[in-house]
C-alpha cells in the first residue's frame, strides 16, 4: 500500500505538466514523494497513533527539501537550521513572485522548483495518510484531483486527456491494492467442501461423496477491470465530445502545443469583421479608460500584411517562449526614430462573453503590455496573442507609444529599408491593368509618397463617388476588388481598405490592413465603450521616420463607418498666413519668465515674523491650554481649495481655448533663421495674421461638448455634427437664438471636419454661440446638476483624477527609492 500510494501520487502528478517549461520538477516530486514514503512507512513500523504518521511525513518532508535546497545552511546537510528555514523561506517567496509575474508554463526557477516538491510533498502525505494509515482509499482521491484543480484553473485548455487518464488509472490500482489488502487480511483462501448425492442405480446403495470445491474469484476481478476501464473511458470520451469544452478538438488531435517554435493560426480576421458589423444586438464588445487628453486612437488586432490576389491575411506567425510577455518593454515600433512621440496609457476591461479572442485589441504602438495568461507578442507587428488563452473576461493595461508626426515629415521620409520593400510592396501579378492604371491617375502630379496616400484617401471618401453599405458581399476574389473600384462602388471598411492598402503597393508605398475597432464612444469623461459595430478595417503606411502610419479611406458619420475618424496629419491644412504648412508652422518661443510679470514674494527681513521670547512663550501657552482655530481654518480652506480644482480647471481651459483663436501669436524671442522668403520678419507678427476659422469651429465644437457632459446630457461620438445638432435641439428648450446659434455652431464644424471651404463664422460669434447653448443647458436641467456643472464639472473630473493619482504615484516611488537607498549604499 505504500508503494501504491506513491505511484498514485507521482501519476497524479503528471496533470501539472502544463504549468511548466521543463521537465526537472517531476524529479523534484519524485524525491519528495520518497521521502515522505520513508517517513510514513517508519511511522507505522514504530506503531505511532495516526497523528504521528502525519507529522512524520511532514518531518521527512522537511528533511528532503533541506538536504535538496538548502544543504550548505541546514545541519549535517539534513538537520534544519534557523539559516536554512529562512532559506527556504526566501526561496518561497521568490517562487510565489516569479509564479505571480510569468504566465503558465513558468520556468523552472529554485523557487518554483522547491514550491513544486512541496505541492506534491504534502498531497503525499495526505494520500500516504488517508490510503496507508487509516485505510481510507476513496476519499485519498480528493488530494490527488487537486492536483488537476491548479492547471484547470491557470490554463484554458486544462489538461489532456492522456495525462488524465494515468492519474485515472493510478488512482483505481490504489484501491485495487486496498482492495486486495482487506481480502488478504482474512488469512489464506478457504476451500469448502460439499457432499454430493448421485441417483442410484437399480440395485445399488446411495453412498454420500464429498468433493472439494474452490472458489473462483477469477469471474470477479474481470469485472472489476472492465468496470473501471469503463468508468476511466467514459470520464475522458464524454468530455472530449462535448462542443465547446476541448478549445484543441476531439481529444486534443485538432491541434497542440509541441516544443520549440510552433505556427500561430486563427480563423480568418477578415470573416469575423463582416459577421461582428451586422450583429442586430450591437452588443458591448469592451470597455476602457486612456489617459490621452486628445482622445483614444483606435484597437488594433491584426495586421494583415499578404495579399494573395483574392484575400488580406497575415504572414504565418512563428511563436516560442521568447515571445511571452514579461512585463519588460516590447521591443521598439518599426520606423519610429523622427517623428514626436506621446506616451499613453490604456485600461481594457473586455466583457466575459466575448468568445475565442486570441488577439489583443491594443493602440498602436504597444511599448508594455500587463496582463495574466500566456500571451505573446509578434515583434515585426507588435500584435499581441495567446496559443491558448483568450480575452474575454479580462482587465489589463497597455502601455503605448502614439506617434505625432506632423504632414512636413511624412512628406520629406527618406528612403525605404530593403525589407520593407520587399515585404510590403509586393503585388501578385494578376492584378488587371486597369486597377494599376486607376492608382496612377488617382494620384497623378502628386510630388511625394504621402501626398499619394493623402490623395487616395481623398478619392475614397470624398472624390470618387463610393458609397458605404453594409449589405455589399464580403470579397472572395480579385474580381471582388475590381468591381468595387471601378463599377459598384459600394462597400463597408474591408473593401475600402484592402483596396487602398492594394493602391498603395501599386505606388510603390509599402503597405498593410490592419483590423480591430474605433475608439467607441465616450460615455463619461475618459471612459469609453466599444461595441460590435465598431469593429473596423483600416490600411496603415510606412514612412521612415515614423513608422507604420494610420489612414481612413472609409466615409465616416451617419453615412458610413460611425465612429470612424480620419488623422489630422491628413487632413488639408487651413493657412493662417505666417507658413506655407499652417499649423505645422513651429510654434513661437516662450517667453522668459522675466517677461510674464510674476513677482517673486521677498524673503527678506521685512517679511519676517518674530515675535521674540514673549511671544514663543503665548504661542506655546495657547498650544496646551487653549482651543486654536488655525489648524481648522487651514484644513477648510485646503478642502476649499481641492473643491475648487475641477472648477478653476474647466475655466482656465475654456479661458485658453479662445484666448488661442482670438489672439495673434507673440512674436519669437530672439533672431530666428528665414526659411521661406514669404515668411515674415522675425520679432514682428505677421500683418496678414487672422483667427483660424476651422480651428475656432473645433473649439467651439469642444467647448458645446464639454457643456453637456458637465449637464448630464450623452454624447455620442458616432453622430455627425447635424445629427448631434438634431438630437440636442430635441431634447433642449430652445428659443429662437438658441436655435440659430446651436445650428451655426453645428454648419461650422460640419465645414472644419467635412468641407475644404471656410466657415464664415468668427471665433466672437462662434464664442456667444456657445454661451447661448450653455445657458440653455441650463435652463433644462435641475437646481443640483446645475451647481454639479459649476463646481464639478464631469468634463474635468476626470482629467482630476487621473493628475492626483499621477502625482500620488510619483511620491509613493520616491518615497521607496529613498528607502532602498541604505540598503542599495551597503551592498556597494
Keep these: 500500500m505504500t508503494v501504491m500510494a506513491g505511484l498514485a501520487t507521482l501519476a497524479g502528478s503528471i496533470g501539472l505538466y502544463p504549468l511548466f517549461e521543463e521537465a526537472g520538477w517531476f524529479g523534484a516530486g519524485f524525491g519528495a514523494v ?23 511525513g511532514l518531518l521527512a518532508l522537511l528533511l528532503y527539501l533541506n538536504l535538496v535546497y538548502a544543504d550548505g545552511r541546514a545541519w549535517l546537510a539534513v538537520i534544519p537550521s534557523p539559516e536554512s528555514l529562512r532559506h527556504l523561506a526566501d526561496l518561497n517567496e521568490a517562487g510565489w513572485q516569479a509564479a505571480n509575474r510569468y504566465a503558465a508554463p513558468v520556468p523552472l526557477l529554485p523557487g518554483i522548483s522547491m514550491m513544486a516538491a512541496a505541492g506534491v510533498g504534502l498531497v503525499a502525505v495526505l494520500v500516504d495518510l488517508l490510503a496507508v494509515r487509516l485505510r481510507r482509499s476513496a476519499p485519498a482521491g480528493l488530494p490527488l484531483l487537486a492536483m488537476y484543480s491548479v492547471p484547470a484553473a ?24 486496498d482492495s486486495r489488502e482487506r481480502v488478504g487480511g482474512w488469512g489464506r483462501t478457504v476451500t469448502t467442501r460439499r457432499r454430493q448425492r448421485d441417483v442410484p442405480l437399480a440395485g445399488t446403495e446411495l453412498r454420500p461423496e464429498e468433493s472439494a470445491v474452490r472458489l473462483d474469484a477469477a469471474a470477479l476481478a474481470a469485472s472489476g477491470r472492465r468496470i473501471a476501464v469503463g468508468a476511466v473511458a467514459v470520464a475522458v470520451l464524454v468530455p472530449a465530445a462535448v462542443p465547446g469544452l476541448q478549445p484543441r478538438g476531439f481529444l486534443g488531435l485538432g491541434g497542440g502545443e509541441g516544443g520549440g517554435t510552433q505556427t500561430v493560426t486563427t480563423p480568418d480576421p477578415l470573416v469575423s469583421l463582416k459577421r461582428e458589423l451586422t450583429r442586430l444586438d450591437d452588443s458591448v464588445v469592451l470597455t476602457y479608460r486612456t489617459d490621452d487628453p486628445q482622445g483614444p486612437d483606435y484597437l488594433r488586432l491584426y495586421a494583415l500584411d499578404r495579399f494573395d490576389g483574392d484575400r488580406w491575411t497575415y504572414s504565418p506567425l512563428r511563436s516560442s517562449s521568447k515571445d511571452r510577455l514579461t512585463g519588460d518593454d516590447l521591443p521598439p515600433p518599426p520606423g519610429l526614430s523622427a517623428a514626436s512621440v506621446r506616451k499613453v496609457r490604456t485600461k481594457v476591461e473586455v466583457r466575459p462573453e466575448v468568445r475565442n479572442m486570441t488577439f489583443l485589441p491594443v493602440p498602436y504602438a504597444p511599448s508594455k ?14 500584435m499581441v496573442y495567446s496559443l491558448r488563452d483568450s480575452a474575454g473576461g479580462r482587465s489589463y493595461t497597455v502601455e503605448s507609444l502614439r506617434a505625432e508626426p506632423t504632414p512636413a515629415q511624412l512628406a520629406a521620409a ?26 496612377q491617375d488617382v494620384t497623378a502630379g502628386s510630388a511625394t509618397a504621402f501626398r499619394q496616400a493623402v490623395r487616395l484617401q481623398r478619392w475614397f471618401t470624398q472624390t470618387g463617388g463610393f458609397t458605404y453599405d453594409l449589405s455589399a458581399p464580403a470579397p472572395q476574389h480579385g474580381s471582388d476588388l475590381v468591381d468595387f473600384l471601378l463599377h459598384s462602388k459600394r462597400g463597408y471598411c474591408e473593401q475600402f481598405a484592402a483596396s487602398m492598402a492594394l493602391m498603395a503597393r501599386i505606388l510603390g508605398i509599402p503597405s498593410r490592413v490592419a483590423m480591430g475597432y474605433t475608439p467607441g464612444s465616450e460615455t463619461k469623461p475618459g471612459e469609453w465603450v466599444v461595441r460590435s459595430r465598431d469593429a473596423h478595417a483600416w490600411p496603415e503606411l510606412y514612412f521612415q521616420g515614423t513608422g507604420w502610419v494610420r489612414f481612413e479611406p472609409t466615409p465616416s458619420g451617419t453615412a458610413g463607418q460611425g465612429t470612424a475618424d480620419a488623422p489630422g496629419y491628413t487632413l488639408p491644412a487651413v493657412s493662417t498666413g505666417g507658413d506655407s504648412e499652417g499649423r505645422n508652422a513651429p510654434a513661437p518661443e516662450s517667453s522668459s519668465p522675466a517677461d510674464d510679470g510674476a513677482a517673486v514674494p521677498s524673503a527678506g527681513p521685512g517679511n519676517r515674523s518674530d515675535t521674540g521670547p514673549e511671544g514663543a512663550a503665548a504661542a506655546q501657552e495657547d498650544e496646551e491650554g487653549g482651543f486654536s482655530a488655525t489648524p481648522w481654518l487651514a484644513g477648510g480652506l ?42 515674415a520678419p522675425s520679432g514682428a507678427a505677421s500683418p496678414e495674421w487672422e483667427p483660424d476659422p476651422a480651428g475656432a469651429a473645433h473649439a467651439a465644437w469642444r467647448e458645446m461638448r464639454a457643456d453637456a457632459l458637465d449637464h448630464g446630457f450623452e454624447w455620442r461620438s458616432s453622430d455627425s455634427p447635424r445629427a448631434t445638432a438634431r438630437r440636442l435641439g430635441e431634447l433642449l428648450e430652445l428659443d429662437a437664438a438658441g436655435a440659430r446659434a446651436l445650428t451655426r ?26 454661451r447661448t447653448v450653455r445657458e440653455a443647458f441650463a435652463a433644462s436641467v435641475g437646481r443640483r446638476t446645475r451647481w454639479r456643472a459649476r463646481l464639478l464639472p464631469p468634463s474635468t473630473m476626470a482629467q482630476t483624477r487621473e493628475t492626483l493619482r499621477s502625482a500620488g504615484d510619483r511620491v509613493l516611488d520616491v518615497t521607496a527609492r529613498l528607502n532602498d537607498l541604505p540598503g542599495r549604499l551597503r551592498r556597494r
Aim: cysteine-free; aromatic content about 6%; proline content about 9%.
Design 34 to 56: 520518497l521521502a515522505v514514503a520513508a517517513g510514513g512507512l517508519l511511522a507505522r513500523r514504530l506503531r505511532l497513533p495516526a497523528v504521528f504518521n502525519l507529522l512524520a
Design 154 to 177: 491557470v490554463r484554458e485548455d486544462g489538461v489532456s486527456w492522456l495525462a488524465f487518464g494515468v492519474g485515472a488509472a493510478g488512482f483505481l490500482a490504489l484501491l485495487m491494492a
Design 369 to 382: 503590455v500587463s496582463i495574466k495568461g500566456d500571451w505573446r507578442v509578434h515583434g515585426p507587428s507588435l
Design 414 to 439: 527618406g528612403n525605404y529599408p530593403a525589407e520593407i520593400v520587399s515585404h510590403y510592396t509586393a503585388v501578385p501579378k494578376n492584378i488587371p491593368q486597369q486597377v494599376r492604371q486607376l492608382a
Design 638 to 679: 485646503l478642502v476649499l481649495l481641492l473643491l475648487a480644482v475641477p472648477m478653476t480647471l474647466r475655466v482656465v481651459t475654456r479661458r485658453r481655448r479662445w484666448a488661442a483663436l482670438t489672439a495673434p501669436p507673440p512674436p519669437a524671442a530672439g533672431p530666428a533663421p528665414e526659411r521661406s522668403s514669404g515668411r
Design 745 to 770: 455652431i453645428a454648419r461650422a464644424e460640419e465645414l472644419a471636419r467635412y468641407s475644404l471651404s471656410r466657415s464664415p463664422e468668427r471665433p466672437e460669434v462662434l464664442r456667444a454661440d456657445v
